[in-house]
């Protein structure tokens, strides 16, 4: 497959849509990134990776960062960790309260922001130093050393965080956070405050599509089932209330983040990251949409 000039095309071919959609600004410090970058890197899982446009540029992966969260903690949990939340798509927003209201705190699934704060308590009540461990984790799964957390971004977020505190709030109302709701919400930002490039993310991402020793030698032990499970969730409720539109468009099991960045996945094939930072209205990158639309049109790779 001749993957270079796929991507010099799809480069060519979202140009037309490069004003489209609106840079997440309910976070002060995203406001501030350059809404005209465009970056995407492709790496086979046979190691060759392809990269054009902004792909070496770091950027906030935000939501991108409950993929890695929940590897974790499925790592220590197992099927356990099914009691705390669920693995249903919610069809709502990304920050809905609504749904875990009247399902009495148990968040849909570990993508929406009430599932990655049920995640991130976990990892909080699992070991020693949380936010360092998963640093390191993402460190050797991109295999950069500087990847780091942007403490401004985590902070800024915290200042405007309502409705992120009032679903931290309902969890622990129903009991469905241990750790004191303020820890819990630092770890939330500060793993969605990590900056990554696409070449780092979909660096990373290659441990999903591979099925091999990658998360092993990262640290975190995660059987070939556990990681065709994660998938499924991503496939299912990567996109939020736009997950059943990614399925239908690409075909391919990813996640979408506010910082414009999505990554995704064709098992045994390759693994994926775009990143462009207007986003659609619901929160996810117009261009990193429509670019992976026409990865798998005109690859002829997808899941499906
Ligand atoms: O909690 C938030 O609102 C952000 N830190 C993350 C949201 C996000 O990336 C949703 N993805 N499309």
New binding site residues.
Partial sequence: MDYNTILKDIFTAVKPFSHEGKV?D??PELAKVDPDKFGICLNTIDGDVYAVGDSAERFS??????VFALAMALSVKGETLWSRVGKEPSGTA??SLVQLEVEHGIPRNPFI?AG?MVVADILLTSFDNPADKYLEFLRALSGSKDVCYNEQVALS?RET?Y??AAIANMLKYHRNIECDVEEVLRL??LT??VEMNCRELAKAFLALADHDELFRYAGIELTRSQIKRLNAIMQTCG??DEAGEFSYLVGLPG?????GGIAAICPMRYSVAVWSPR?NC???SVMGMKALELLTTMTNESIF
């Fill in positions: 997440a309910y976070i992966i935000q939501s991108i960062s409950k990304f920050n922001n990655a977020e965080a409705l992120n939330y930002f969605c405050s996109f939020y996640k979408s983040g506010v910082g986003l619901k929160g996810n």
